[in-house]
């Protein structure tokens, strides 16, 4: 696997490669791999003739009191894993490439992100947005993997993608979990193994909420009411949103759509924010 750390050497890999007619799958991370990112990798392989990796923890996707210095790191470890998974690339530019002194360009949807995420995290997804719409101007590639689990990021971006224009196919993956059925997430590191029971609930609750949508229940408050009674059985969470949404425009609904409907979570176990989802 041959390792990028310059803007301008993934540049000139992008048009080569472009020029030879290969079809190349992005796979954006911010690092401190887990088993969820190989499965993008892995998917990733299916998809294009090369596969390109980008590890970078992007600073303006963090709130001024979120966690961009404590965000786990391990550059060796996620560069071994992304060989083995069968990465051709990784693209590991350094925050002042990405962002120079003086940099002042963002790329904000003003829809999607709003509710959720947007409402407790305001400045979350023009980061993010921004940062991937850099990427694919220059990795160029032909589809990008990102997972389910952030599925109102997912949702964004690809509005971002038909709103802009942009050549890029995206492809989403499913929630890869644990054997406790807990979604992984580089922030499950921060878990005390008591925070950890405490967010197995999580899944457990989607599941619940899944078998009586499967049973007949439509009405999203009837839900979300036990939803937030099966969490709020643990004093180590605190409930930031649970809601029943459509999974293209984030916005709520009052009644499931059996296969149009996410009920999307948000908590907090203790000092870890974490999110997970459902598809109804
Ligand atoms: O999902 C993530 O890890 C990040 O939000 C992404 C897409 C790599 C952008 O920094």
């Not at 550059?75 to 925050?95: N, S, V």
């Not at 009411?225 to 949404?245: C, G, K, P």
Request: aromatic content about 6%; charged content about 20%.
């Amino acid at each position: 696997m041959q390792t990028l750390d310059s803007v301008s050497a993934m540049q000139a890999l992008a048009g080569e490669l472009r020029a030879a007619g290969r079809t190349v799958a992005l796979v954006p991370t911010m690092g401190a791999l887990h088993e969820g990112h190989l499965d993008l990798i892995r998917l990733a392989a299916t998809r294009a003739d090369v596969v390109v990796v980008s590890i970078f923890v992007n600073p303006t996707q963090f709130g001024p009191n979120e966690d961009y210095t404590r965000y786990p790191r391990d550059l060796e470890g996620d560069l071994a894993k992304c060989a083995d998974a069968g990465a051709h690339h990784a693209f590991i530019p350094t925050k002042d490439a990405l962002y120079p002194p003086g940099y002042s360009t963002y790329v904000n949807e003003e829809s999607v992100a709003k509710p959720l995420e947007g409402v407790s995290r305001p400045a979350h997804f023009r980061g993010v947005t921004t940062i991937v719409t850099k990427l694919f101007n220059i990795v160029q590639p032909t589809c990008a993997i990102f997972g389910q689990k952030d599925a109102q990021q997912v949702a964004v971006i690809r509005k971002v993608v038909t709103d802009l224009h942009l050549p890029v196919e995206i492809v989403t993956a499913p929630t890869t979990r644990d054997d406790d059925g807990v979604a992984l997430s580089s922030r499950n590191a921060y878990l005390t193994p008591l925070q950890r029971t405490a967010a197995a609930a999580i899944p457990q609750t989607l599941e619940t909420v899944k078998s009586m949508v499967a049973k007949g229940e439509r009405r999203a408050e009837r839900l979300t009411a036990e939803a937030t009674h099966l969490l709020s059985q643990f004093r180590q969470i605190r409930i930031i949103y649970i809601a029943v949404v459509d999974p293209l425009t984030m916005q709520t609904q009052r009644e499931v759509v059996p296969g149009n409907s996410l009920l999307a979570v948000a908590v907090w176990v203790e000092e870890t924010r974490l999110i997970d989802n459902a598809l109804l």
